[in-house]
């Protein structure tokens, strides 16, 4: 199989591929549904975003790097994957982070504080309309003071950011042959577009057989089609070695309707499900982004667009420590 470039190796990886069959005994679900458990990454680089910022963070030790600059939500896991990785690697990271600095210290806010991150504070419009203008500032305004700052789009969702999951397809494809079977379809949360186009990448260069589909957890389906579309269009150019086919936007597959009132507002619906997959296979979603692709799934399932009898594959993307400060809508 062809090589992929070098990275920083600290997630805790290849991660396992499990069968749900007492979730699916107690649904009484139609399909066999598999895992693959990337919230088992490690204990503070859980889930998607380590996979991404292994190879991110090898650019930045090599190109002469001291600090690293991204942003997102207060409960992002991608920002909380940076500050640990700053901590662990010896550099200073700065966050933007939208929305008012919260009264307690909770969930993945509570750990960016813990590994050091300096934390700017812009409300959601700001963010909205002048995040790039932001973080160039903040980039410039380090710069002034002899720092050398690399700037991380969002979820680390740029072309050196799609390796992670180019990887973790292939990571599938080997596992799938050793376990000697096939996945119908491969499902995945959609936040910020990296990881599932990463995956579609990465389908196509290691013939992973099998239908992909994303559950997008904000925005619009059309948004992240065109996002990602536009993803895949700027790995192509920059790494050409690694595009062995052109991947057309309307071979894309992003399923909407399940974002509920908005970003990070769990349901009820939702809550139920992260209960009992908890109960019956001791594994925990979480609300933000896993738990309503999981939903999403089961009732796509119903809805007929997975068929019955067929093999699902859903990617855990982590996101534990978002739980506890959504701990109150469960009713238990």
Same mark, same amino acid.
């Given at each position: 199989?062809?090589?992929?470039?070098?990275?920083?190796?600290?997630?805790?990886?290849?991660?396992?591929?499990?069968?749900?069959?007492?979730?699916?005994?107690?649904?009484?679900?139609?399909?066999?549904?598999?895992?693959?458990?990337?919230?088992?990454?490690?204990?503070?680089?859980?889930?998607?975003?380590?996979?991404?910022?292994?190879?991110?963070?090898?650019?930045?030790?090599?190109?002469?790097?001291?600090?690293?600059?991204?942003?997102?939500?207060?409960?992002?896991?991608?920002?909380?994957?940076?500050?640990?990785?700053?901590?662990?690697?010896?550099?200073?990271?700065?966050?933007?982070?939208?929305?008012?600095?919260?009264?307690?210290?909770?969930?993945?806010?509570?750990?960016?504080?813990?590994?050091?991150?300096?934390?700017?504070?812009?409300?959601?419009?700001?963010?909205?309309?002048?995040?790039? !203008? %932001?973080?160039? @500032?903040?980039?410039?305004?380090?710069?002034?003071?002899?720092? +050398?700052?690399?700037? =991380? *789009?969002?979820?680390?969702?740029?072309?050196?950011?799609?390796?992670?999951?180019?990887?973790?397809?292939?990571?599938?494809?080997?596992?799938?042959?050793?376990?000697?079977?096939?996945?119908?379809?491969?499902?995945?949360?959609?936040?910020?577009?990296?990881?599932?186009?990463?995956?579609?990448?990465?389908?196509?260069?290691?013939?992973?057989?099998?239908?992909?589909?994303?559950?997008?957890?904000?925005?619009?389906?059309?948004?992240?089609?065109?996002?990602?579309?536009?993803?895949?269009?700027?790995?192509?150019?920059?790494?050409?070695?690694?595009?062995?086919? !052109? %991947?057309?936007? @309307?071979?894309?597959?992003?399923?909407?309707?399940?974002?509920? +009132?908005?970003?990070? =507002? *769990?349901?009820?619906?939702?809550?139920?499900?992260?209960?009992?997959?908890?109960?019956?296979?001791?594994?925990?979603?979480?609300?933000?982004?896993?738990?309503?692709?999981?939903?999403?799934?089961?009732?796509?399932?119903?809805?007929?667009?997975?068929?019955?009898?067929?093999?699902?594959?859903?990617?855990?993307?982590?996101?534990?420590?978002?739980?506890?400060?959504?701990?109150?809508?469960?009713?238990?």
């Amino acid at each position: 199989m062809m090589n992929l470039p070098e990275k920083i190796r600290i997630a805790t990886l290849p991660t396992r591929i499990e069968r749900l069959e007492r979730f699916t005994k107690y649904m009484d679900i139609p399909v066999e549904i598999y895992i693959k458990r990337d919230d088992e990454t490690g204990i503070y680089a859980t889930g998607n975003k380590i996979r991404k910022l292994e190879y991110i963070s090898l650019y930045a030790i090599k190109n002469g790097y001291d600090t690293l600059i991204t942003c997102g939500g207060i409960q992002s896991n991608h920002s909380r994957t940076t500050a640990y990785l700053g901590a662990t690697l010896g550099l200073d990271v700065y966050l933007v982070l939208k929305g008012k600095e919260p009264l307690t210290l909770d969930g993945n806010y509570l750990m960016d504080k813990l590994f050091g991150a300096e934390i700017k504070w812009v409300s959601e419009e700001e963010y909205a309309e002048n995040i790039d !203008e %932001i973080l160039q @500032d903040l980039k410039d305004y380090l710069k002034s003071k002899d720092k +050398k700052p690399l700037v =991380i *789009p969002e979820g680390a969702s740029y072309p050196l950011g799609l390796f992670g999951y180019i990887e973790a397809a292939k990571e599938i494809k080997e596992q799938l042959d050793v376990m000697g079977i096939s996945m119908d379809y491969i499902v995945s949360s959609v936040g910020s577009g990296g990881t599932f186009a990463g995956f579609l990448l990465g389908q196509s260069l290691f013939k992973l057989e099998t239908e992909m589909y994303g559950i997008n957890v904000c925005d619009s389906a059309e948004f992240f089609i065109n996002k990602i579309h536009k993803l895949i269009l700027e790995f192509n150019k920059l790494y050409p070695e690694y595009s062995n086919t !052109e %991947i057309q936007k @309307d071979s894309i597959k992003i399923i909407d309707g399940y974002i509920g +009132k908005g970003y990070g =507002i *769990p349901y009820e619906e939702e809550m139920e499900i992260i209960k009992v997959l908890a109960k019956t296979e001791g594994i925990i979603l979480d609300p933000v982004y896993t738990g309503k692709a999981f939903y999403g799934m089961l009732k796509e399932v119903k809805n007929g667009t997975f068929k019955e009898n067929s093999r699902i594959l859903f990617v855990h993307t982590g996101g534990i420590y978002s739980i506890f400060p959504q701990k109150k809508h469960f009713i238990f």
